[in-house]
């Protein structure tokens, strides 16, 4: 399969591998859950907030190498981060998968994450990559305990 070759980039697979921030937080200060049925993707997105600063974040489940790393980037990207930039980041990293123009006029830089850019050529993997993003949003904004990209 040569399209694994750029679906996978180097830094996709370290973090499939070594995902970090892989662990449950005892005592989050919200928790959100990602379901992607259509890959059987699950995780739980767990925070810790001080104030407005995200003091510790982890996410934890079963699922593809895309969403465990992207779990992985997504928590290594947004620890010691506000929850206004970590919001920020969400709408760059969505708008980088979907190929939709971010909304703000500076999109916030991706660094590292950009390594999913590949991914927006896989509609079905785009969901992989969002979950953990979607999660994360949930459990910032605290619309849902639980979201599905179904
Ligand atoms: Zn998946």
């Known amino acids: 399969m040569a399209e694994l070759g750029d679906l996978y980039q180097q830094v996709i697979i370290d973090h499939a591998k070594h995902p970090r921030n892989l662990r449950a937080i005892a005592d989050p200060t919200r928790s959100a859950v990602g379901d992607n049925p259509l890959c059987g993707d699950r995780i739980t997105v767990y925070l810790r907030l001080e104030g407005n600063l995200i003091a510790d974040v982890s996410f934890e489940g079963s699922g593809c190498a895309i969403s465990r790393a992207s779990g992985s980037l997504m928590t290594s990207a947004v620890r010691g981060k506000s929850t206004a930039e970590a919001e920020d980041l969400f709408r760059a990293f969505h708008a980088m998968l979907t190929g939709t ?18 991914v927006r050529q896989f509609p079905a993997r785009v969901k992989c990559a969002n979950l953990s993003w979607h999660a994360l949003h949930a459990a910032l904004t605290l619309s849902a305990e639980s979201v599905s990209t179904e």
């Not at 123009?101 to 660094?111: I, R």
């Open 101 to 118: 123009a971010g909304t703000a006029a500076t999109p916030a830089p991706l660094g590292k994450l950009a390594a999913f850019a590949g």
